[in-house]
């Protein structure tokens, strides 16, 4: 299996743009979670979904994220309007039930 | 509820010395426990993980670490230390809540610095 996929890798946007972030879990993983990091803050939990289905969205700062996963194999993250205080690695990570998560390579999101 | 606190944001210790990485949590029910490495500018990944069976636990590059119900603790260490493990350490709790679902929850982090 190729791991946890995320796309882009990086992105640059200016401040009120919309952004979207991508991951492709783990194929039969049931689990995933969407993680934001940065050196104030450290690693956050924004919001986890088990078997398509929000469990648990209160890490979501505010209204202007949303996450949506619409099958098994894809889930998106979405900002808008994008501020610059979202500037942040974002994480998606999958797990089977009773395992370890697996993380994605992470997407570094600039709002300038 | 479930918590990680992990002692120690910044540790340093020399090339050769033992490493201590401390990891406390606290669960309601019977958890699994994980560390996990981040290397910069990459994502976490699994050094080692506690599921109920074994209480000292081996990990990839010559981590290990030891559950002890008695002192709800998970420290990981490492006899002697290498450059290559300066890196950020995160534990971690992961256990079903009243829902059914499994939470998971990470610690602040500690950041390990090797000297040569």
């Known amino acids: 299996d190729a791991g946890v996929i995320q796309s882009p890798r990086h992105e640059v946007t200016e401040m009120g743009q919309e952004v979207t972030l991508r991951c492709k879990p783990i194929?039969?993983?049931?689990?995933l979670f969407w993680y934001r990091q940065t050196m104030m803050r450290g690693l956050e939990l924004l919001i986890y979904f088990n078997n398509n289905v929000p469990i648990d969205d209160s890490g979501m700062p505010e209204d202007r994220f949303s996450a949506k996963m619409p099958n098994a194999s894809f889930s998106t993250l979405k900002i808008q309007p994008s501020e610059p205080r979202d500037s942040a690695v974002y994480f998606c990570a999958s797990k089977l039930t009773s395992g370890e998560q697996f993380f994605g390579p992470g997407t570094r999101l600039t709002v300038l | 509820a479930q918590s990680v606190t992990q002692l120690g944001s910044h540790v340093s210790v020399s090339e050769g010395a033992l490493v201590l990485l401390r990891c406390n949590y606290s669960?309601?029910?019977?958890?699994?426990l994980f560390w996990y490495v981040q290397y910069p500018n990459q994502g976490l990944q699994l050094l080692l993980k506690y599921t109920s069976a074994a209480t000292l636990v081996k990990g990839i590059n010559g981590f290990e670490a030891e559950f002890k119900k008695s002192e709800t603790s998970f420290h990981l260490t490492k006899p002697s230390a290498h450059m290559s493990d300066a890196a950020e350490y995160f534990c971690a709790v992961s256990a079903y809540n009243s829902g059914g679902y499994q939470k998971v929850t990470f610690g602040t982090g500690t950041k390990l610095q090797v000297i040569p």
């Open positions: 194929s039969g993983h049931d689990y």
């Open positions: 669960s309601s029910v019977p958890p699994y």
